[in-house]
């Protein structure tokens, strides 16, 4: 049977609310996953869940390995993925607590393992069409949940995808302003696009933690991005619950 996996961003290292938990055990030739994937029943549906920097939150957005988790949700049979993404706001209508279903990304990350194909003696190349890095018809799934939840959302945005782990320069997030971004994450890459290369169907619900760097007056601080994150987290999860149910 085909499955459908959550990958929990930062504030979701857990699932809240997945029920009849059982651990799944995958072995990769890429080495650890993130952590534990767990599978379970979310509102009576069936989801692995796995949290992309840990359980607890320990691993950073370059040192995931997210060839193993990826490969790990494939041998699983997951076939639809939805990632959550904390992100900073940058255009002007994305404040903090604002959802967005990002319908571009532009890649700005550099020294990660960021393909399956690279030992093409094995597997044939595949140059994989990334047109469109983000699944049609799950986001649509995921708009229209929106919607009938009637949350402040963006149904469309150019995610940014930095190296981090350190936050952005004011300059950096005019030019990022300038590439046509509206929001920037650390996590997006290369998970989109290794998912890609494996057929899996993946798309993404990020969530507005802080405004990005240099555009407003206050510094940013990891209790302002928890703050927003415990008050905004839960319209998130509601989100997920109510697709969720409309995949099957
Ligand atoms: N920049 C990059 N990644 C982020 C940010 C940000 O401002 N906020 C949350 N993740």
Redesign the pocket.
Known sequence: MSRIAIIGGTGLSELVGLKNIKTEKVDTVYGETSGVIESGLLEGEEVVFLSRHGKPHTIPPHKINYRANLDALHKLNVKKIIAVN???GISSDMPPKHIVIPHQIIDYTYGREHTFYDNTSEVELQHVDFSDPYDGDLRFKLISAAKQYDIPFSNSGVYAC?Q?PR??SSAEVQRLLRDGCDI???TGMPEAALARELGIAYASVCIV??P??GLSHEP?TMTD?HRVLTEGIGNVLTLLKLVISQLN
Do not use: H, K, P, Y
């Open positions: 904390a992100v900073g930095t981090g936050l952005e920037v994450g650390m933690v802080n990005a760097a940013i991005i």
